[in-house]
């Protein structure tokens, strides 16, 4: 599996069940594309645990208004629905693995 780009219509059912990883990125940004490539990697490694999805933030500003984005990247992990954890910046591929690691169980 690999990361997963939505907009703004296919974010609820993304996050509806089970664990989703969210990274809200946009193109003009440096650090969200030093991050999509540690992202892809994850979300193969780890694809039987959560899936991984990209969200652009200029292309969706009504969602990235609602979670009060200010900073990207942004990950956000969703449990049923529901925020449960964020990360702001880019981080190494062992840090962002542990950042989703302690949000699944």
């Keep these: 599996m690999s990361v997963k780009k939505i907009d ?12 989703a990883v969210i990274d ?9 594309r030093m991050l999509a490539p540690v992202l892809e990697e994850l979300s193969e490694e780890m694809a039987s645990k959560a899936a991984f999805y990209a969200m652009d933030v ?3 500003p009504g969602i ?4 009060s984005i200010s900073s990207i990247p942004y990950v ?3 449990k049923d629905g529901v ?3 964020e990360q702001i910046g880019f981080v190494p591929k062992e840090q962002l693995r ?8």
């Design 64 to 67: 990235a208004a609602r979670f």
């Design 83 to 85: 925020r449960v954890d």
């Design 76 to 78: 956000a992990i969703f």
């Design 24 to 32: 809200f990125n946009a193109t003009w940004c440096g650090p969200c």
């Design 8 to 19: 703004a219509p296919e974010f609820e059912a993304a996050i509806k069940s089970g664990v």
């Design 98 to 105: 542990a950042f989703v690691e302690r949000n699944i169980d």
């Design 58 to 60: 200029d292309d969706n």
